[in-house]
Nanobody, 124 residues
Framework: QVQLVESGGGLVQAGGSLRLSCAAS????????MGWYRQAPGKQRELVAV???????MLDASLKGRFTISRDNAKSTVYLQMNRLEPEDTAVYYC??????????????????WGKGTQVTVSR
């Protein structure tokens, strides 16, 4: 089993930055893909970014230039650097991981483990 714990969320003004972290514990050595989803109030959950254990990344096209995903395999930790935040980025951000696949899909396919989520609120 793997446990995922997110940190780094909070309240920030538009234009500001936050860095989310997600640390995996337990059988973290089994993890391949790690990533971030978000769910805004009244909206469906959406995939933000994914990184596999080789460092290959996928980022939602609309977020390129503002968000960056990275990973420290030695620490079993994935990061999401979010710059130039906009009110539309307000959501609960969830860490996810897979022990079976190098990918995570928007519909949740591939996800074996979920974190509990961290709230990101961007004020105008």
């Amino acid at each position: 089993q793997v446990q995922l714990v997110e940190s780094g969320g909070g309240l920030v003004q538009a234009g500001g930055s936050l860095r989310l972290s997600c640390a995996a514990s337990g059988s973290a050595f089994t993890i391949n893909a790690m990533g971030w989803y978000r769910q805004a109030p009244g909206k469906q959950r959406e995939l933000v970014a994914v990184i596999d254990d080789g460092g290959t990344t996928m980022l939602d096209a609309s977020l390129k230039g503002r968000f960056t995903i990275s990973r420290d395999n030695a620490k079993s930790t994935v990061y999401l650097q979010m710059n130039r935040l906009e009110p539309e980025d307000t959501a609960v951000y969830y860490c996810a991981a897979s022990s079976k696949t190098s990918y995570l899909r928007d519909n949740g396919e591939g996800v074996d483990y979920w974190g509990k989520g961290t709230q990101v609120t961007v004020s105008r």
